[in-house]
Structures are given as C-alpha cells and as structure tokens.
C-alpha cells in the first residue's frame, strides 16, 4: 500500500512563523498547499457554470452571424482559447521571473503547473482555427502571420514540457525551463499585435478596451462568460497539479486528512 506523504508538523509551524502576514505568506509551500485544496472545488464549479452559460447563450440564444451564418459560433470557443493561451504563457513567465529572482520554490511549481493547461488551449486555437478557417477562407491552415506565431507558442510550451521531463535534476530543469519562458515572451505581442503590423487573413480583434465591440450585446456576453470559465479551469487545474508537484517534491508540507491506522 502506497504511503502517504510525511507531515513534519515543525513544517507548518516554521513557516507560519517566517511567511509573515499578507498574501506573500503563501509563498510557502506548507500554507499553499491547504489553502488551494479550499479553493479547487469552488473553481471547478464556477467553471462549469459559466461554461454552461456561456454554450447556452452561444449555441442557442445569440443569433446566427449577418455574413458568417453559423458557422461564426466556433469563435466563441475559439476567441476565449487564444485569449487564455496568451494570458497563461504570461503568467508562467511571471513565476518564472519570481522565481529566477527570489529563488521560491513555489514560483517554479506553479510554473510548471500552468505549462499543460497552456498547450492545451493552444491546440484548442489551432483546432478551432482551423474549424473556422475552411468554411470561411476556403483552406484549413494558411501561413497568416497570427496563426504562424500561435503556432511558435505551441512549439514553446511543448518544448517546455519536454525541457521539464529531460532531467531528473529538478533545480536545472526548473531554471532553464524558466529561461526558455522569458526567451519565448517576445511571442506573444507578436500573436497579439499580428494583425496590425502585417496584411494577414486574420480578422482584427473583435472586442478592445479602447473601443465599442463591433460585436452584438449578446455575443459578446457568450464570449466573455467562455473566456471566464476557461480562467476558472485553468485555475483549478493548476492548483490541483501543483498541490501534487508539493506533495512529490516538499511532503514536509502536506497536511495528511486524517491519522494513519496502527
């Protein structure tokens, strides 16, 4: 029978002393590692929620598209999986700066917790991108600057994830996964700004913080409820990945649930 983690309890105590007060005392692995099993099974529900929402009202509710018909609801799917894509790589870079500069332990597992979760929206754009782009452009991929550099970013994060599995030397894989994250950082700008900088076949952006959606109410609405169930996902994901990452790598932090039977 597998055993479960040690729990040392001077773990928690120690670092219940040293974290201080404030977010920043959850940098420590012993305190993270309760507070994030507390908070997975309330994202997973709001994700599915909003998820539910958001099919509803772009499958159903919304109203087809004046020039697309159709065909257009990929891009409710589609739109929120290239947003999250570009956001999650950003934030792995930020732990990864974290933990480059500060040396927490945590900052390089919540890292590699995101990368999977990153891929796979990735692939979600490609895949969807592609589902739109046949009836619409008449080919299933075209050599679009967006979709070239969306596709560089699903290079990264695999190449990330097999960086992460070449070694057994969690210090070095940890520190030249973070260097290959800021070196990738230059990409995403270049996803996001694609469309203005060069003549592509990609539409421009649909919804922008400085001007009025060119978008109905409603369609917006579907894209936004999508957009914040992905969020909730990936969050959710990503701290069940990383209370496994501390368990595996810190079991000093782990909070057994009940006692062990003599």
């Given at each position: 029978?597998?055993?479960?983690p040690?729990f040392d309890?001077?773990?928690i105590?120690?670092?219940?002393?040293s974290?201080g007060?404030?977010?920043?005392?959850?940098a420590s692995a012993?305190?993270?590692?309760?507070?994030?099993?507390?908070?997975i099974?309330?994202l997973?529900?709001?994700?599915?929620?909003f998820?539910?929402a958001?099919l509803?009202v772009?499958?159903?509710?919304?109203p087809?598209?004046?020039q697309?018909?159709?065909?257009y609801r990929i891009l409710?799917i589609?739109?929120a999986?290239?947003w999250m894509s570009?956001?999650l790589?950003?934030?792995?870079?930020?732990y990864a700066?974290?933990?480059l500069v500060?040396?927490?332990?945590?900052?390089?597992m919540?890292?590699?917790?995101?990368?999977?979760t990153g891929?796979?929206?990735t692939f979600?754009?490609?895949w969807t991108g592609?589902l739109?782009?046949k009836p619409t452009?008449?080919?299933?991929?075209?050599?679009d600057?967006?979709l070239?550099?969306?596709l560089?970013?699903q290079f990264?994060y695999l190449?990330?994830?097999?960086?992460?599995?070449?070694?057994?030397?969690?210090?070095r894989?940890?520190?030249?996964?973070a260097i290959?994250l800021l070196?990738?950082?230059?990409n995403?700008p270049?996803?996001?700004f694609?469309?203005?900088?060069?003549s592509?076949l990609h539409?421009?952006a649909?919804?922008?913080l400085t001007?009025?959606?060119s978008?109905?109410?409603?369609?917006?609405?579907?894209?936004?409820?999508m957009v914040?169930?992905?969020w909730?996902?990936?969050?959710?994901v990503?701290?069940?990945?990383?209370?496994?990452?501390?368990a595996?790598?810190?079991?000093g932090a782990v909070r057994?649930?009940?006692?062990?039977a003599p």
């Amino acid at each position: 029978m597998q055993k479960r983690p040690v729990f040392d309890s001077g773990s928690i105590a120690r670092a219940e002393a040293s974290a201080g007060y404030g977010w920043m005392r959850y940098a420590s692995a012993a305190l993270f590692y309760p507070l994030a099993g507390r908070l997975i099974p309330w994202l997973a529900l709001a994700a599915a929620l909003f998820g539910a929402a958001g099919l509803v009202v772009g499958l159903v509710i919304a109203p087809p598209d004046s020039q697309q018909g159709e065909v257009y609801r990929i891009l409710f799917i589609h739109v929120a999986a290239a947003w999250m894509s570009m956001f999650l790589y950003l934030v792995m870079a930020a732990y990864a700066t974290l933990g480059l500069v500060y040396n927490t332990r945590l900052s390089f597992m919540m890292m590699r917790a995101l990368a999977p979760t990153g891929a796979l929206f990735t692939f979600l754009t490609l895949w969807t991108g592609a589902l739109w782009g046949k009836p619409t452009w008449g080919a299933w991929w075209v050599w679009d600057a967006r979709l070239t550099s969306e596709l560089i970013l699903q290079f990264l994060y695999l190449g990330f994830i097999a960086l992460q599995a070449a070694t057994d030397d969690v210090r070095r894989a940890d520190r030249g996964g973070a260097i290959l994250l800021l070196a990738g950082v230059v990409n995403v700008p270049i996803i996001y700004f694609s469309v203005q900088w060069w003549s592509t076949l990609h539409q421009g952006a649909s919804i922008s913080l400085t001007t009025a959606p060119s978008m109905a109410r409603i369609m917006v609405a579907a894209m936004l409820l999508m957009v914040a169930a992905f969020w909730l996902y990936s969050a959710a994901v990503a701290l069940a990945r990383v209370r496994g990452l501390i368990a595996q790598r810190e079991p000093g932090a782990v909070r057994p649930s009940r006692p062990e039977a003599p």
